[in-house]
């Protein structure tokens, strides 16, 4: 049970059911953790602004942005992020079975070698951001990644990572 509830957005003003209206627009539905930022509408703004900027511009594939969502969301082990993941791959035609490779056998799964490098890339950058190595810049710029795609990566990776903390802590349930 979340530790927080949702807005209703009957009690939202009049910015935060605009943001709330774009969202859905976006998406088709609301999530509940944008619904639980809606308690602090600069927080809903602020963080709606940069998961529009990092996962709908840029120059990577929305595949692979959301790959590394949900990679680093599994490494994190926040459910609600692996599982809003896994259903965003599913909603931009990624079948049960690449999902399934993208999990367990990134080197199987259907990307570049330079996507692979990225997404590989980002879950250390996660996991060991210390031990990331001059060797392993190296590696990535070899398969042709741009310092701008280095760096787009790396901001997928920071939202979740945020975004897994914010729900894990406040238990925030998938809706």
């Given at each position: 049970m979340s530790r927080i509830r949702t807005l209703?957005?009957?009690?939202g003003s009049e910015e935060v059911v605009g943001i709330i209206n774009e969202i859905n627009q976006a998406f088709g539905y609301v999530p509940n953790l944008f619904l639980t930022y809606a308690h602090h509408p600069p927080l809903l703004e602020a963080n709606w602004n940069k998961v529009k900027r990092v996962m709908m511009e840029g120059d990577l594939a929305r595949?692979?942005?959301?790959a590394i969502a949900l990679l680093v969301s599994q490494d994190n082990g926040c459910n609600y992020c692996v599982a809003a993941h896994t259903g965003a791959l599913k909603m931009i035609g990624v079948a049960d079975e690449e999902?399934?490779?993208?999990?367990?056998q990134l080197d199987a799964a259907d990307f570049t070698s330079a996507e692979r490098a990225l997404i590989s890339f980002a879950r250390k950058a996660n996991t060991d951001p210390h031990r990331v190595s001059d060797d392993e810049f190296a590696v990535l710029k070899a398969t042709g990644v741009t310092d701008a795609q280095i760096i787009e990566a790396l901001g997928v990776m920071e939202v979740f990572t945020a975004f897994n903390k914010f729900l894990d802590v406040l238990q925030v349930e998938q809706g």
């Open positions: 209703d957005v009957q009690d595949k692979t942005k959301e999902i399934e490779r993208i999990s367990s």
